[in-house]
């Protein structure tokens, strides 16, 4: 029903910026609330940042907050994430989601991109 293609990764240096680019096939992206996932070598998947559906309210993790800042354009069935003041901490696998429910729960989401690596040298 939704199909998610993520795109923007790569490799740059700390203090540097990304801005990754999620696009939905389906047609009712609007109603669907959207967020970035991430894993690290050797680490569980973690919550990044989420927008809603309804009145675009984003919420963000405490690791990225002030750095990252997400947000969506609905006549383009795109989410981005603008990645700012990059730490070699931020370095994973970065996944584009979305949900009918939101959250920051991983499990609360039906789909999934295919993931975009970030990698921050120091």
């Known amino acids: 029903q939704v199909q998610l293609v993520e795109s923007g990764g790569g490799l740059v240096q700390a203090g540097g910026s990304l801005r990754l680019s999620c696009v939905s096939s389906?047609?009712?992206?609007?109603?669907?609330?959207m967020a970035w996932f991430r894993q690290a070598p050797g680490k569980e998947r973690e919550f990044a940042a989420v927008?809603?559906?309804?009145?675009?309210?984003?919420n963000y993790a405490n690791s990225v907050k002030g750095r990252f800042t997400i947000s969506r354009d609905n006549a383009k069935n795109t989410v981005y994430l603008q990645m700012n003041s990059l730490k070699p901490e931020d370095t994973a696998v970065y996944y584009c989601?979305?949900?009918?429910?939101?959250?920051?729960?991983?499990?609360?989401?039906?789909?999934w991109g295919q993931g975009t690596q970030v990698t921050v040298s120091s």
């Open positions: 389906g047609r009712t992206f609007s109603t669907y609330a």
């Open positions: 927008v809603t559906g309804s009145l675009s309210i984003t």
């Open positions: 989601a979305a949900g009918r429910e939101g959250g920051s729960s991983w499990e609360r989401y039906a789909y």
